[in-house]
């Protein structure tokens, strides 16, 4: 189960921090992702760790202001937004998806398994 928060409204340009515990799976084993998913619009990833923590990876809409990292001690993964703006509105969701051997780093929503509920984020003008 992965439960996601810390989302809220903001203006552009603020900073939010999102969390999301798992509970019911072998953290460290896992690698975990961000989504996001504005209305109107397809859900997108917005960034992913490795189960180490060693790699990263970020769609370019958010490079240089988010950060992804995670805890393993605490079964956590979180997801730091500098910089907010107005297009960064959506519900933003962790995700993970089961260990197949095909590669860590998978863009498409649809490759996951196992979601948290979402946690929405909105950042006015």
């Known amino acids: 189960?992965?439960?996601?928060?810390g989302g809220g409204l903001v203006q552009s340009g603020d900073s939010l921090r999102?969390?999301?515990a798992a509970s019911g799976l072998t953290f460290n084993w896992y690698h975990m992702t961000w989504f996001r998913q504005a209305p109107g619009k397809?859900?997108?990833i917005v960034?992913?760790?490795?189960s180490s923590g060693g790699s990263t990876?970020?769609?370019?809409s958010v490079k240089g202001r988010f950060t992804i990292s995670r805890d393993n001690a605490k079964k956590t993964v979180d997801l730091q937004m500098n910089?907010?703006?107005?297009?960064?509105t959506a519900v933003?969701?962790?995700?993970t998806r089961r260990l197949d051997g095909t590669g860590w780093l998978k863009l498409t929503a649809s490759a996951?398994?196992?979601w948290g509920q979402g946690t929405l984020v909105t950042v006015s003008s």
């Open 57 to 60: 990876y970020y769609v370019d």
């Open 83 to 88: 910089s907010l703006k107005p297009e960064d």
């Open 112 to 114: 996951y398994d196992y």
């Open 92 to 95: 933003y969701y962790c995700a």
């Open 1 to 5: 189960q992965l439960q996601a928060c």
């Open 18 to 20: 999102l969390s999301c």
């Open 47 to 50: 960034a992913s760790i490795t």
């Open 42 to 44: 397809e859900r997108e």
